[in-house]
C-alpha cells in the first residue's frame, strides 16, 4: 500500500546499544522528519531532509544520526541509547508544492532500559 | 525563532456539545501556515484543518472550524457537535511560507490538548 511506514512499531533497547529505527514513503515526497513526542513536550523535530544526500538538524539532534542515500528511506540512528531517549519517534513526508502539511508515519516506541 | 503556545493541558465537553481549543504563536513573518493535528489513542497523527495566513477567511471542514485573528497571533479550533471520536490529543502546528536553508518544510508544534469527550 501507497503511504509511509515506520519499523519497528514497539522497540526495547539497552542502554549503550545502537538502534535504527526506518522510515518508508511511497509518494517521492522531497521533505522527509523525524520527530520524537515526549509528555510535556509535544513534538519536536530531530533531523530533517530537503532530498536525498541534504540532511539538517532540527531542535533535538543530540544522540541521534540519519542519512538518506535514497528518496524513499530516511532511517534514523541512535548511536549509544541513553535512558533520555525513552520516546515515542514519528517520521513524516511532505511534498510542499502540493501538501501543505505532512503525512506520519504510525510511530515508534522506544524504549531504553 | 518561532513558537506555539497551547495554554490547555486538558479540556473536557459533553457529547453534543461544542468546545474551543486555544492556540497562540509568536512569528515576525507574515507569511505562513497553521495546522491543527489530531493524534487519537492509535497515535496516529491526523490532519484536521488548515490556515493559509494570507487568506481572511477562516478555514472550515465539517463539524471543525478555526478562528484565525492574525494580528493577535491566535489560531483557535472549534469543534462543533462533539462526538466520542473527536477524544484525542489535539496539537496547534505553525509552518514558515519562506525557505530557510531547506528549513521551510518544518512544522512546529505547540505541546497538545487533551480533549476528553463524556457521553
Known amino acids: 500500500d501507497a503511504g509511509i511506514t515506520q519499523s519497528p512499531r514497539y522497540k526495547i533497547t539497552e542502554t549503550g546499544r545502537q538502534v535504527t529505527l526506518m522510515c518508508h514513503q511511497t509518494?517521492?515526497?522531497?521533505?522527509m522528519f523525524w520527530y520524537r513526542q515526549d509528555l510535556g513536550h509535544g513534538l519536536r523535530l530531530i533531523y530533517y531532509?530537503?532530498?536525498?544526500?541534504?540532511?539538517d538538524k532540527g531542535e533535538v539532534p543530540d544522540g541521534y544520526v540519519v542519512s538518506r542515500s535514497k528518496t524513499e528511506n530516511f532511517p534514523l540512528t541512535l548511536e549509544s541509547a541513553t535512558r533520555s531517549q525513552t520516546s515515542v519517534y514519528f517520521c513524516?513526508?511532505?511534498?510542499?508544492?502540493?501538501?501543505?502539511?505532512?503525512?506520519f508515519g504510525s510511530g515508534t516506541r522506544l524504549t531504553v532500559v | 525563532a518561532q513558537t506555539v503556545t497551547q495554554s490547555q493541558p486538558e479540556m473536557s465537553v459533553q457529547e453534543a456539545e461544542t468546545v474551543t481549543l486555544s492556540c497562540t504563536y509568536d512569528t515576525s513573518e507574515s507569511d505562513y501556515y497553521l495546522f491543527w493535528y489530531k493524534q487519537p489513542p492509535s497515535r496516529q497523527m491526523i490532519l484536521v484543518i488548515r490556515q493559509e495566513a494570507y487568506k481572511q477567511q477562516n478555514a472550515t471542514e465539517n463539524r471543525f472550524s478555526v478562528n484565525f485573528q492574525k494580528a493577535a497571533k491566535s489560531f483557535s479550533l472549534k469543534i462543533s457537535d462533539s462526538q466520542l471520536g473527536d477524544a484525542a490529543m489535539y496539537f496547534c502546528a505553525y509552518r514558515s511560507a519562506k525557505n530557510y536553508g531547506g528549513s521551510q518544510g518544518n512544522l512546529i508544534f505547540g505541546k497538545g490538548t487533551k480533549l476528553s469527550v463524556k457521553p
Open positions: 531532509s530537503a532530498a536525498a544526500d541534504i540532511t
Open positions: 509518494w517521492s515526497h522531497s521533505y
Open positions: 513524516a513526508s511532505s511534498d510542499l508544492a502540493v501538501n501543505y502539511g505532512y503525512t
